[in-house]
T-cell receptor, first 111, second 110 residues
Framework: NAGVTQTPKFRILKIGQSMTLQCTQDMNHNYMYWYRQDPGMGLKLIYYSVGAGITDKGEVPNGYNVSRSTTEDFPLRLELAAPSQTSVYFC??????????FGDGTRLSIL | QKEVEQDPGPLSVPEGAIVSLNCTYSNSAFQYFMWYRQYSRKGPELLMYTYSSGNKEDGRFTAQVDKSSKYISLFIRDSQPSDSATYLCAMRDRDDKIIFGKGTRLHILP
């Protein structure tokens, strides 16, 4: 049972580039989340989804976009990378509205 | 005042000791309380989830909620070196907004 899988694990982007962080879960969870975690800080919610076709903004959505076309996948898109988006990104899933299972994160640096 | 306050530590205790980790909050709308454990370079994992005031026990872990004081605690009995990690509290309100604390780094000394 893979749980929540995030790819890539590491990435370096140049300012202005775009990329998609992939997240997939095999537990048939309805709820999925994207968080960012900066050093010494807690988790900040970027976007979340309560089911396929439904997405909502979290605390810090600016500069990001998401889609949820299937129950399993919840990709996060950065359109114009900025240094402020350097962070560790975590995807999570759950059966009710508390994130239960997290991936191991994507470490993203914008230079 | 921040919605959720958590001492970042680090907190160092000898193996076998009882560990007490705490969070305070200001928003009386918080109804659900969670504790997560995060090992270095890993994602958080949900340890405990509780709704009401009082205690909830799971093995060596006890979660305590005092809504009147807006204070939650996580106790770890018979602490082990493998418990060394960052512990994050989190809280959810009636509108399903979840706020995380910044985490407390815990070191269990063999």
């Amino acid at each position: 049972n893979a749980g929540v899988t995030q790819t890539p694990k590491f990435r370096i982007l140049k300012i202005g580039q775009s990329m998609t962080l992939q997240c997939t879960q095999d537990m048939n969870h309805n709820y999925m989340y994207w968080y960012r975690q900066d050093p010494g800080m807690g988790l900040k919610l970027i976007y979340y989804s309560v089911g396929a076709g439904i997405t909502d903004k979290g605390e810090v959505p600016n500069g990001y976009n998401v889609s949820r076309s299937t129950t399993e996948d919840f990709p996060l898109r950065l359109e114009l990378a900025a240094p402020s988006q350097t962070s560790v990104y975590f995807c999570a899933s759950g059966t009710a509205n508390q994130p239960q299972h997290f991936g191991d994160g994507t470490r993203l640096s914008i230079l | 005042q921040k919605e959720v306050e958590q001492d970042p530590g680090p907190l160092s205790v000898p193996e076998g000791a009882i560990v007490s980790l705490n969070c305070t909050y200001s928003n009386s709308a918080f109804q659900y309380f969670m504790w997560y454990r995060q090992y270095s370079r890993k994602g958080p994992e949900l340890l405990m989830y509780t709704y009401s005031s009082g205690n909830k026990e799971d093995g060596r872990f006890t979660a305590q909620v005092d809504k009147s004081s807006k204070y939650i605690s996580l106790f770890i009995r018979d602490s082990q070196p493998s418990d060394s990690a960052t512990y994050l509290c989190a809280m959810r309100d009636r509108d399903d907004k979840i706020i995380f604390g910044k985490g407390t780094r815990l070191h269990i000394l063999p």
